[in-house]
Structure formats: structure tokens, C-alpha cells
């Protein structure tokens, strides 16, 4: 089993939909979770963390259910520009040393259009 | 942009040879971590550097080494380069080796 599982879509979308995306992880240690964009050919960009209150920023909502190992991404009035690979990532402190492990997932691919 | 830097941004070798690839990391940032995404897939940690000592390893082969020096700079060294080594190789920094990651631009390297 991937230490992190997403739904690879594609996702395709009119501008204007709301899209969600789905996100479980395996190692019940894990304490940091972040989703992270990712335009074609560069570097994935930190989009936001993830906490178990949810939070919001502008039309984008982030929710961590710790009990189930499940995050979720919520788009809303999706735009042109929100069309990239959504790559949800976990933050794990291993066995009690100081790093922090990124451990992604597959991505999930979401096209916006007009 | 993040302050990250890669070089080089592209390369191409072929099976056997070695390849060093550098990373400038954000002003005040004294970790450094090394990922390869592979095509289609989400990137996959290799190690990380903190305060120039190996700090976490993910699972690849010892001919995946680094190299951290004390302005916080980093190189990954790969030896006797194999095809499925060709992948985007990503150095994120943090502030801290526990704290938000930001990327750099990736090294694209191909093996032929």
C-alpha cells in the first residue's frame, strides 16, 4: 500500500465548478500535511498546510480527518488558472528523530475549461 | 519565487556515468532535502542535509550520495547511472528540518 493515495483523475472541469480531492495516508505518525500545486515542468509549490480545524484561504478549503487518515482539497468557482497537478504530501517526524520526511502523493491532475 | 536554485537546469548522460547536481538553498535556510520525481508520478525523498550532516535517508541505493557545506549549499552525486535514473531532481529548503519545504526548479536528467 502507497504511504499516500490520491485519485490521479484527470479531473476535467468547466470554469465556475467546484472540484474536490480526496487524499489518504497510512503512517499514523505523521504530524505536517500540506497540498502542494504543481504547474507542467516545474517545481511543486506549496499551495497550503492542512489542519485538523480546516482551514480556508480564499476559494480554496483544506480539511484533515486524523481518525481516518483522510485529507480533502475543496475548490470552488474554479478559474483557468487553477488547471495543474494537486499533490497531497505528509509531513512525517520518524521514530523520534528531527526530520521531516515529505512523502507525496501520485498527484491528481486537474484541467479547468472554458 | 523561493530563493531556491538548481544547476544545471538540464542534462543528459548515458548509462555508467556519474553526475553532480547543486542546489542553492533560501537565505537563512540550513536544510536542505533532495527528491526525484520520476514522470507521472509524485517526487520521492532521496536524503536530507541539516547543519552539513545526513540528517534521513529514503529508499535508494548507496550510489546516491550528498554533500552539504556551511553556507548550507548542497550537491547530489549519482554514481554508475542506470535509464531509470533519468527524472526531475528537486532540492527544497527549509528553515529547519521539520518546517515547510520550498522547492527549486529541478535538474531534468536524462540517461541514454
Known amino acids: 500500500r502507497k504511504e499516500v493515495e490520491q485519485d490521479p483523475g484527470p479531473f476535467n472541469v468547466p470554469e465556475g465548478a467546484t472540484v474536490a480531492f480526496n487524499c489518504t495516508y497510512s503512517n499514523s505518525a505523521s504530524q505536517s500535511f500540506f497540498w502542494y500545486r504543481q504547474d507542467c515542468r516545474k517545481e511543486p509549490k506549496l499551495l497550503m498546510s492542512v489542519y485538523s480545524s480546516g482551514n480556508e484561504d480564499g476559494r480554496f478549503t483544506a480539511q484533515l480527518n486524523r481518525a481516518s487518515q483522510y485529507i480533502s482539497l475543496l475548490i470552488r468557482d474554479s478559474k483557468l488558472s487553477d488547471s495543474a497537478t494537486y499533490l497531497c504530501v505528509v509531513n512525517c517526524n520518524a521514530g523520534g528523530t528531527s526530520y521531516g520526511k515529505l512523502t507525496f502523493g501520485q498527484g491528481t491532475i486537474l484541467t479547468v475549461h472554458p | 519565487e523561493t530563493g531556491v536554485t538548481q544547476s544545471p537546469t538540464h542534462l543528459i548522460k548515458t548509462r555508467g556515468q556519474q553526475v553532480t547536481l547543486r542546489c542553492s538553498s533560501q537565505s537563512g535556510h540550513n536544510t536542505v532535502s533532495w527528491y526525484q520525481q520520476a514522470l507521472g508520478q509524485g517526487p520521492q525523498f532521496i536524503f536530507q542535509?541539516?547543519?552539513?550532516?545526513?540528517?534521513g535517508r529514503g529508499n535508494f541505493p548507496p550510489r546516491f550520495s550528498g554533500l552539504q557545506f556551511p553556507n548550507y549549499s548542497s550537491e547530489l552525486n549519482v554514481n554508475a547511472l542506470e535509464l531509470d535514473d533519468s527524472a526531475l531532481y528537486l532540492c527544497?529548503?527549509?528553515?529547519?528540518?521539520?518546517?515547510?519545504?520550498?522547492f527549486g526548479p529541478g535538474t531534468r536528467l536524462l540517461v541514454l
Open positions: 542535509y541539516y547543519r552539513e550532516e545526513e540528517n
Open positions: 527544497a529548503s527549509s528553515l529547519a528540518s521539520a518546517e515547510t519545504q520550498y
